[in-house]
């Protein structure tokens, strides 16, 4: 049974620059959220897909996007990259966004993202 | 709004010990629920326990036991006889059962660093 996968694990980029983050949810999920966590800092909830939508969003600029695909897979892009964006990008899946709240969210190993 | 305090950052003990990260939590809704999750050095968050507002039983896993009071908004884990191999960041998390726009969401708090000598 697959877990959460994320791609790719690590990614050097220099300010400005856009990123594309990648993440395909455990086995039976369906709902996809994003968190950003800074080094030291706890995990801060970006936004959560649900069948292809953005269902909520947390304090994050535009700059911070995302998609969600049928298969369920979703990815998170980044533009005009900031040295602050450097953090480790960790992708959640769980079963529906709704009624839920109690089933454990599954997370991947994440994408540690560094601006240069 | 929600709220998660850790307010340990760093706690070292040696092999055997036992020890007990705090946590206290912030939310006005009235059903929500509390998660301890552990997070080794390879970055995956792994969950450990879930307890609902409703359920005040203290649950003991193995070494791992939880003690949740709603009294005082907190939801404490203890490991009993430490091990090496428990040396992690632990955190502790918060989401609302309110249909509203933050349900499923997760709040966090800043973590504990535990660290377990041999």
């Known amino acids: 049974d697959a877990g959460v996968t994320q791609s790719p694990t690590h990614l050097i980029k220099t300010r400005g620059q856009q990123v594309t983050l990648r993440c395909s949810p455990k086995s039976g999920h369906d709902t996809v959220s994003w968190y950003q966590q800074a080094l030291g800092q706890g995990p801060q909830f970006i936004f959560q897909y649900y069948e292809e939508e953005e269902r909520q969003r947390g304090n994050f600029p535009d700059r911070f996007s995302g998609h969600q695909f049928p298969n369920y897979s979703s990815e998170l892009n980044v533009n005009a990259l900031l040295l602050g964006d450097s953090a480790l990008y960790l992708c959640?899946?769980?079963?529906?966004?709704?009624?839920?709240?109690?089933?454990?969210?599954?997370f991947g190993d994440g994408t540690r993202l560094s601006i240069l | 709004a929600q709220k998660v305090t850790q307010a340990q950052t760093e706690i070292s003990v040696v092999e055997k010990e036992d020890v007990t990260l705090d946590c206290v939590y912030e939310?006005?809704?009235?059903?929500?629920?509390l998660f301890w999750y552990k997070q080794p050095p390879s970055g995956e968050l792994v969950f450990l326990i879930r307890r609902n507002s409703f359920d005040e039983q203290n649950e003991i896993s193995g070494r791992y036991s939880w003690n949740f009071q709603k009294s005082t908004s907190s939801f404490n884990f203890t490991i009993t006889a430490s091990q090496v191999v428990d040396s992690a960041v632990y955190f502790c998390?918060?989401?609302?059962?309110?249909?509203?726009?933050?349900?499923?969401?997760?709040?966090f708090g800043r973590g504990t660093q535990l660290t377990v000598w041999p």
């Open positions: 939310t006005r809704d009235t059903t929500y629920y």
């Open positions: 998390a918060l989401t609302v059962a309110d249909r509203g726009s933050t349900l499923g969401r997760l709040y």
């Open positions: 959640a899946s769980s079963l529906g966004p709704s009624g839920e709240a109690e089933q454990p969210q599954h």
